[in-house]
C-alpha cells in the first residue's frame, strides 16, 4: 500500500490485518515504531476530529506532525492550467510536493467545489494530489469519499459484533440547515457493502445518492455477499436494522443550487432522528453519525444522550484506524 | 486532584508543593517525567501565552500536545438543549469527549458569553465540560476564572519575596477601549485573599466586582488570616502597597450592554496606571498585569519599561505553574 | 552567532561549515543533536513553507516547536511609543520576551508595512525584535530581508553546480496582480553577490530596486569578486545566464501607493517567464523561484513542469539551511 485514499483499495484481509494493529495501538503505550517520523497534514477546509486524531496518534506511535489550516496559510488553487491571477496564491502543483518534501508521509483534505456533481465525483483534487505527491498520501476527506472515516466505522461495527454477513446497515438522510458535501455518505454506504452488509440508503425523494456512487456500492456488495437498496419508505428501512447511520446530505438533483436545494428539503422536519424511528428496529440497534452533528436537527438529545449512540466510539477510532493506516504506511 | 478548574481547589500546602514541582522543571532540564503523554488544547477563544506556554511546558517535560483553535475548526455549542440550526456546527457535549479520548489530559478555554452576569457567574460551560471530560480537566480561562495565571501569580509573589502574611496587594481597575471579562480581577483578587495577603480592590464607581466574586474572596480571606476591601479612593489604596495588579474590567452594572458600559468609562482618563501612583506605596512596590496589556492605555511605558515590572517574570511562570499541574494531574 | 537575521553576517567559510550541516540533517534521519529542545515560531504574517519546513525540520532534529499565527492569536503593535487604544491588543515589547522565554530559540516573521520605503528599509520590527529577544533569533522574513530563502537558494546554487566566479544569475521582476514587498528580491540580489556570482537585475523602468539594496549587494560583491548590475534589456541580461530567479516586487517609486503601481505595471503583460526567455541563455539555464508563485503570471505553465525548474528543490533546501541554522544556534 503506497497510499490510503479508498476503502476500496484494501481486501477484507488486508482491513483485518489493520484492526489488529489498531487494537495494538490502543492497549500498548510503549508502542512507537514511528519515532522520527514526520507526518504533514494540509487541511484546504476546516477539521476537528481529524487534526486532533492524525496528531495524537501519530505522536502516541512517536512521531510528530505539522499542519497546515487555511487560516494560517492562503487559498490553495486545485485548478489546471489557469491564470492565477485571482484569490489563490498558490498551487497545489508546488505546495503539495514541497510539504510532502519535509514528511514521511502527508494527509490532504480537499472538500468538494460543490459546483458541478460530474466533476466532483472524478475527484479531481485527490486524483491530481496523488498523483504529484512524492510520499504516501492519506485521504482526510476528499470531494466524494472520507476512507479514515470509513475505516473507523468499519471497527466500530466489529467493536459492537454488528454481524457482517447478515448485518442490515440503515444509512439515513437527515435534516440540516445546508446542502452538505456526499462524502461521508458515499464511504459509509460503500463501506458497509464492502464489510458484507444489506445496506439499506433512506431518503426522501430528491435526496437519492448518485447513481455511480449507489453502483460502486453494489459493486461492492456483489463481492462481498452483501446489497445495497435505496428507498424512502422508513418504516420499511429501519425494520429489524442493526444500525442506523445517520447522515445529512444535498441533493445531487439540485448540485450547486443552494436554493432549489433549500425549496426541497423546506417541508422536511420529520427527518430528525428520533427515538420512534427505532419501533421497527432490533432492540438493540445502534445509532451511528461521523460528527460534526447537529442536535436537536440531525438527531434528537434523547438518541446523542441515549444508549444507542455510538459516536464518540467512531470519533475515538478515528485515532485508531489512523495509527494503523500510518503504521502500513511508515514502519 | 482530577481537575485544576479553581485555584481554591487547592490548599496552601498543595500549592507550596506545586512550587517545588515547578521549581524542578524550570532547573532540570532533562527531567521528562510526561514522556509519552498527550494534551490536547481546546481554544474557544484566542491565545498567544496560553498556547505558547502549554505546548512549550508539556514539549519540555517529554509529552506532546495538539492544539484547537477556533480559526482551525467551526464554532461550538455550550448551550443546552438547544436546536442547532444556526451558526454551531458541534456541541461541546460531543466535541469534548471526542478530543478527550485522544489525550491524556485536556485544557479547555471557554470566555464569559458577556451577556448575563448571574449565568456567567455560574460558569455554564467550564462546569458542563468539567461534567463530561472523561479525563483531568485544565481550565485555561473561563467565564469568571483563571487559575492558571492565579498559580502563576502566586509563584510570582513567591518569587518576588513579597510577604503572605502582612503584604498589602492592590488590584486596580485600568482604562481599556473595551469592557473585558471578570476572569482575571475574579482570580486574582481570590488568590491574593487565598495567599493571606491583605487586598484592596481599587477601582472606579460603577465598576465595582460582583458580590458574589468578592464574597469568595472575603471567604479565601477569613481561612488564611488575610482581608479584603473595595475603594475609589487611589491614594489610600496605594498607602505601603507591596504590590499592584493593573487590570481592566468591564462595569458589572451595565453587563452586557456595551454603550452604556462605554458611557461610564468615558470620563476615565487617569486611570492609566503611571509612576505618580507609587507615591504613597513602599518604595519597592511591583507592578503586575496578567497581559496582553494596551501600552499606554493601562499603563505608561515608563512603567512597563522600568524596574517595577513583573510581568515578563508573571508570563514566564505561567510555563512553570501549567507544568506543575500537568505534573500532578498525569505524573 | 547568537541570531539569525542577516546572511551577510556569515562569512563564505560559516555557510561553507552550515552547507556540510544540512547536508548532514539530510542524510543521517538518526541525528538528533537538538533533542528537549523548543523552538518558538511566530508568525505575524500567513506562512506555508517556512511554518512547515521549521516544525518537521526542529522535529527531526529531535526538539520540539510550537507555532503562533495571526489566526489564533491577535494583532501584535510594533510600533514604539504608541497610545493602544485601537486594532493591536499586544506590544512586541510584551509577546516577543515572553514567547522567547518558553524557548531555546525564536523565529519571527514581520512583513514591511509598506507604508513608508526609508523606514521599511531600517527595518525597525526585526531591529526591535533583535533588540528585546532573550534568546537566539531567526528571521522568518522581514520588511527588507529573507536570510532563510536566501541561505537554502545558495544550496540549491550548489546542488546543481552553478559555478560562484563566473556565474550568471538573473534577478528577473515578473508579472502579478499586486505590489509585492521587497524582502525576496533584496535578499537574493545580496546571496547571488555574496557567493561571488555576476548578478543582473532586470526589470521594467519603474522597478529600480532601492538604492541602499543595490549598494549593500555591490559592496558583497567587491568582497567576494562578483559584480552587480541592472538593467531592463531582457535579451542583455538572460545572455549566457546560468540563473533567472524570478519574483515580482512593488514599484518603489510608488511605495504604499497601490493606484500608481498597478497603473505602472498594467502594461507590462510580456513579464510572465516563458520559454522563449531562455533562448539566449545557456542550455542548462535554470528557472529559480521563493514560492508560493502564481502559474502563468510569474512563470508559465510550461517552465515549471519542464526540466528548468529547481523550484522544489530550493523549497525543499529550506528545511535543511534551516536546520543547519538551528543547529548552530542551539547545538
Redesign the interface.
Known sequence: MNHFTHLGDLSRDDIADLMKIAHLADTD??W?PLA?R?L?LV?MN????T???F???M??LGG?S?????????AL?TRE??????A????V???I???A???DAIGVRAFAAGQDLAEDLAEPVMSLVRDISPVPLINMESAMDHPCQALADWKTLDDEGVPAAGGKFVLSWAKH?KALPLAVPAAAVHMAAHRGMDVTVLRPPGFELPEPVMARARAAADASGGSVIETDDREAAMTDAHVIYAKSWGSSMHYGDGEADAALRAGLDDWTVDEPWFKPARPDCIFMHC???????VAA?AV??GPRSR??GQ??NR?LAQQAILHRLLA
Chains 1, 2, 3 share one sequence.
Not at 291 to 297: A, G, H, K
Open positions: 503505550r510503549t512507537q522520527g514526520i504533514g487541511f476546516p477539521s476537528l476530529r487534526l486532533a486524531s496528531q495524537a496518534g505522536a502516541r510528530s505539522f499542519v497546515i489550516t487555511p487560516g494560517s496559510s492562503w488553487e492550467g489557469v491564470v492565477m491571477d485571482g489563490t496564491a498558490e498551487h502543483r508546488e505546495a510536493p514541497v510539504l518534501s519535509y514528511a440547515p460528527l460534526p452533528i447537529r442536535r436537536n436537527v438529545d446523542l444522550d459516536v464518540l470519533a475515538r485515532m
